[in-house]
């Protein structure tokens, strides 16, 4: 039904932004609500971010607040995350995900992108 395809990562220093983007296929992305994730080496995958189907309510990891940002178009069919003074603990590959209920859970959550890795150097 969705397909989704991360892009924006890179390698950046601390105290650099970032911001990354997720393009979804077909007409019923307005219908999810989106998740941002991230998984580092040796890490369980967590949740950094999701806002609703219609970006009226969000929520984030508590270490990325102020720091961190979500958003949505859906005229654009088009999540992002807005990474600000990013630091080492960033570093993870970040998936978005798109999910039929509201959770923080990744198993509510159907359809994933690829990921794009996140790199910050001190």
């Known amino acids: 039904q969705v397909q989704l395809v991360e892009s924006g990562g890179g390698l950046v220093q601390a105290g650099d932004s970032l911001r990354l983007s997720c393009a979804a296929s077909?007409?019923?992305?307005?219908?999810?609500?989106m998740g941002w994730f991230r998984q580092a080496p040796g890490q369980d995958r967590e949740i950094v971010g999701g806002?609703?189907?219609?970006?009226?309510?969000?929520m984030y990891k508590e270490s990325v607040k102020g720091r961190f940002t979500i958003s949505r178009d859906n005229a654009k069919n088009t999540v992002y995350l807005q990474m600000n003074n990013l630091i080492p603990e960033d570093t993870a590959v970040y998936y978005c995900a798109a999910s039929s209920t509201w959770s923080k859970e990744d198993y509510d959550y159907d359809y994933w992108g690829q990921g794009t890795q996140v790199t910050v150097s001190s």
């Open positions: 806002i609703s189907w219609n970006g009226m309510t969000k």
């Open positions: 077909g007409r019923t992305f307005g219908s999810y609500a």
